[in-house]
């Protein structure tokens, strides 16, 4: 009777110890059990998120695949040719970051037939941003600015040498794999003459052009046109002048 009784007891005590303290805490701790079931389905690991979770991975790296560029650096050397005139253009990245160099000069000229400024050369070096696109053969958008220099030829009171600044967008798409089509916009910014400081030129052009590429190599076909405007500083009159061409090129990739 006696072991029956004492087990009796410490069973309550065990149980009257167990409430105290449950009351105790309950009393002096804040238990948001809503809060705690919460966590824990957060934390919980589960079929349906994991699947979840490498959807997402795999889209993030989609993602960085089309953004970061995986040959840091890249660039081409062209060859252009309009019916007076010849280009070279040489182009650098350093992954999103570079620069294009760029000369023409006129291959044959007319008096009175040919274009104006024809007898000129041209030349530009240009910063350029890569915005969009992860190599030079891909879908992208290019941001230039830079210097240029003419030399113009054939208009009459402007003939003279001009050195301004630039700026230049260019898209560029890919069809397919191997053809595509590229367009760009610059604007001219208002450059007095390097030996004759009252006269001013100003301007716009654009290119438009489709291309096909066997693996490092591209040909291209084109059409560009130029609008310059040329004014004094003593007078507000302006003189427009208009270029039209249709051009072919060759551009070799590195």
């Known amino acids: ?5 004492t087990t009796r007891f410490h069973t309550r005590a065990f149980l009257a110890f167990t409430l105290f303290l449950f009351t105790y805490s309950s009393a002096n701790a804040e238990w948001d059990f809503s809060g705690r079931q919460k966590a ?65 000069y006129p291959v044959t000229y007319y ?14 070096a240009d910063l350029q941003f890569r915005l969009i696109g992860d190599n030079i053969q891909n879908s992208t958008l290019v941001l230039r600015t830079g210097v ?11 003939d003279a040498s001009y050195f301004g600044f630039a700026l230049e967008p260019e898209l560029q ?12 916009w610059a604007y001219r910014f208002p450059a007095r003459s390097a030996n004759h400081s009252d006269l001013e030129l100003s301007g716009n052009s654009w290119k438009a052009a489709a291309f096909l590429e066997l693996g490092a190599i591209r ?24 270029l039209s061409n249709i051009f072919a090129a060759i551009k070799f990739f590195y």
């Open 1 to 5: 009777m006696s072991f029956l009784y």
């Open 40 to 104: 824990r389905v957060n934390s919980r690991w589960t079929l349906s998120s994991w699947m979840e979770q490498k959807k997402t991975i795999a889209s993030q790296n989609s993602w960085l695949s089309a953004h970061v560029n995986k040959v840091p650096v890249d660039g081409s050397f062209s060859f252009s040719q309009t019916p007076e005139r010849l280009g070279m253009n040489f182009d650098f990245y350093m992954s999103w970051f570079g620069f294009r160099l760029a000369h023409e």
């Open 173 to 184: 798409i890919y069809l397919a794999h191997f053809v595509g089509v590229w367009g760009t």
């Open 111 to 124: 008096p009175g037939f040919s274009e104006y400024e024809i007898a000129g050369a041209r030349s530009k």
């Open 219 to 242: 040909t291209e076909v084109g059409y560009e046109q130029r609008e310059w405007n040329f004014r004094t500083r003593a007078s507000s009159t302006v003189n427009r002048q208009k």
């Open 148 to 158: 240029g220099y003419d030399d113009v030829r054939g208009v009459n009171g402007f």
